[in-house]
C-alpha cells in the first residue's frame, strides 16, 4: 500500500505559482510512475502530467506544457507539481496518483491516489 498526500495548494492571482508536492508512505515511491490530476466542478478528472520511476521521462498537457513542471526527489519519497503563469482555467482540485505501471496514462491505470488540494486561481 501507499499512502499519498498533497500540498501546497491555495488561493493566487492570475499570473503567480504554485508549486504542490505528493508525499508517500508505505511503500517506496520509485517503485511507481506518478501522474498529476485535476478535476474542476462539473468536469471529468483530467491528467495533466505525468513522471517516470527514475524521473527521466515527463508528459504533460497540451493545455500546462511550459507552464507545469514536474520533478520528483525519490531520496524523499515526494514528487512536484511546479505551476508558473497561473490562469483562472487553472482552478481545480488537484491529485497525485501512484501507478505500477510504467506507461500509465488513464486515470483507471493508476493504483493509488491522493485526498486532493485546492488551486484557485483568480483572475
Known amino acids: 500500500q501507499v499512502q499519498l498526500v498533497e500540498t501546497g495548494g491555495g488561493l493566487v492571482q492570475a499570473g503567480g505559482s504554485l508549486r504542490l508536492s505528493c508525499e508517500a508512505s508505505g511503500r517506496t515511491l520509485s517503485r511507481y510512475a506518478v501522474g498529476w490530476f485535476r478535476q474542476a466542478p462539473g468536469k471529468e478528472r483530467e491528467r495533466v502530467g505525468a513522471i517516470s520511476r527514475t524521473g527521466g521521462s515527463t508528459w504533460y498537457a497540451e493545455s500546462v506544457k511550459d507552464r507545469f513542471t514536474i520533478s520528483r526527489d525519490n531520496a524523499k519519497n515526494t514528487v512536484y507539481l511546479q505551476m508558473n503563469s497561473l490562469k483562472p482555467e487553472d482552478t481545480a482540485v488537484y491529485y497525485c496518483?501512484?501507478?505500477?505501471?510504467?506507461?500509465?496514462?488513464?486515470?483507471?491505470?493508476?493504483?493509488?491516489w491522493g485526498q486532493g488540494t485546492q488551486v484557485t486561481v483568480s483572475s
Open positions: 496518483a501512484a501507478s505500477i505501471l510504467p506507461r500509465a496514462t488513464v486515470k483507471e491505470e493508476y493504483d493509488y
